[in-house]
């Protein structure tokens, strides 16, 4: 198996453990950060193919940060400080 595969096996296991969890933002946002690294380093390797699969991996994630957002932002309209 190659490296860039296994580094998505290892973030898809982790993304799991977030979800039955419950994770926070600041989790899903490190998630996202792994991920553009390893596109990052897909990328510099010409390995553009890769790349693109990692990043369809990753925009799941992406909705899961935006949605994580709004519910702090409504969290805090609630209860202003």
Known sequence: MDWWRKE???LEI???QL???GATLEQ???LLEEYGKLRIALEKQ????ASMIVG???EP?????MALEDERRKQQE???V
């Open 46 to 49: 010409n390995m553009h193919w």
């Open 61 to 65: 994630i992406l909705y899961w940060r």
């Open 14 to 16: 982790r993304e799991r």
């Open 28 to 30: 899903v946002e490190e």
């Open 78 to 80: 609630q209860n202003p």
């Open 8 to 10: 998505c096996k290892r």
């Open 19 to 21: 979800h039955r969890w």
């Open 56 to 58: 369809m991996n990753a």
